[in-house]
């Protein structure tokens, strides 16, 4: 299933709760939302309040993705916030196989992030335990950059991998995704896709639908 989550840090915050409803009307079956600490990328976005506030605004899946150091410190704290899924960057953990279990631990679907120059070796004992890989397509910390793409090789490359190992875990790709690049992620194997400013970026519910129908080319 191709699934749209857009990302909030580009969202309007003085309408938050609209824009998300504007999304969801059009399609979007995920909230991508965007926690960073400042310490594992530069910028500093928003945290429990605000994904606690939001949480009655849609039942759609909210899609945390923590840019943050440690993340194993507040894995509960996210999963008592609301968020369906959790992923952790495998370069922000120490203990990776120990964040893993205490996200599935906190009954919430886990996800393990790569940085583009991350090998997917990162993976290699830890894959059959998640529910979703994102493959970062720019250099976190930041909305509105371009697609890295030497990342498209490594989504097609996980998708070989798991196809060997008989896996068929979502693959989310994040970072400069665009309706105009959709199709060409999607023939990478990507099937989770993330779009802030190509969504929150002028009419919400248009740039909703430009990614619903190259979804729709697929089906
Ligand atoms: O995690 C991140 C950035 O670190 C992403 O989720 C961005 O927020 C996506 O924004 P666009 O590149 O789609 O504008
Ligand atoms: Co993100």
């Given at each position: 299933?191709?699934i749209l989550?857009?990302?909030?840090?580009a969202a309007?915050f003085?309408?938050?709760g609209?824009?998300?409803?504007?999304?969801?009307?059009?399609?979007?079956?995920?909230?991508h939302?965007?926690?960073?600490?400042?310490?594992?990328?530069?910028?500093?976005s928003?945290?429990?309040?605000?994904?606690?506030?939001i949480?009655?605004?849609?039942?759609k899946?909210?899609d945390?993705h923590?840019?943050i150091q440690?993340?194993?410190r507040?894995i509960?704290?996210?999963?008592k916030t609301?968020?369906?899924?959790?992923?952790?960057?495998?370069?922000?953990c120490t203990h990776?196989?120990r964040?893993i279990?205490?996200?599935?631990?906190?009954g919430?679907?886990?996800?393990v992030?790569?940085?583009?120059?991350t090998?997917?070796?990162?993976?290699?004992?830890?894959?059959?335990?998640?529910?979703?890989v994102?493959?970062?397509?720019?250099?976190?910390?930041?909305?509105g950059?371009?697609?890295?793409?030497?990342?498209?090789?490594?989504?097609s490359?996980?998708?070989a991998?798991?196809?060997?190992?008989?896996?068929?875990?979502?693959i989310?790709?994040?970072?400069?995704?665009?309706?105009?690049?959709a199709?060409?992620?999607?023939e990478?194997?990507?099937?989770?896709?993330?779009?802030?400013s190509?969504?929150?970026?002028?009419?919400?519910?248009a740039?909703?639908?430009?990614?619903?129908?190259?979804?729709?080319e697929f089906?």
């Amino acid at each position: 299933m191709l699934i749209l989550s857009p990302s909030i840090l580009a969202a309007d915050f003085t309408k938050l709760g609209e824009q998300i409803k504007e999304t969801v009307e059009a399609g979007a079956e995920y909230i991508h939302l965007d926690v960073m600490d400042g310490m594992f990328v530069p910028q500093i976005s928003f945290g429990m309040p605000v994904i606690e506030t939001i949480r009655s605004c849609t039942d759609k899946v909210f899609d945390v993705h923590l840019m943050i150091q440690d993340p194993g410190r507040y894995i509960e704290t996210f999963a008592k916030t609301g968020a369906d899924i959790i992923t952790v960057h495998a370069e922000a953990c120490t203990h990776l196989d120990r964040v893993i279990q205490q996200i599935k631990a906190a009954g919430v679907k886990a996800g393990v992030a790569l940085n583009p120059a991350t090998p997917l070796s990162a993976l290699d004992y830890v894959l059959d335990e998640l529910d979703m890989v994102l493959i970062m397509t720019v250099n976190p910390g930041f909305g509105g950059q371009k697609l890295i793409p030497y990342c498209l090789k490594k989504v097609s490359d996980l998708r070989a991998m798991m196809k060997e190992r008989g896996l068929d875990i979502d693959i989310q790709v994040d970072g400069g995704i665009k309706a105009s690049n959709a199709k060409e992620v999607i023939e990478a194997g990507a099937n989770v896709l993330v779009g802030g400013s190509a969504v929150f970026s002028g009419d919400v519910a248009a740039n909703t639908k430009a990614f619903m129908d190259v979804f729709a080319e697929f089906e």
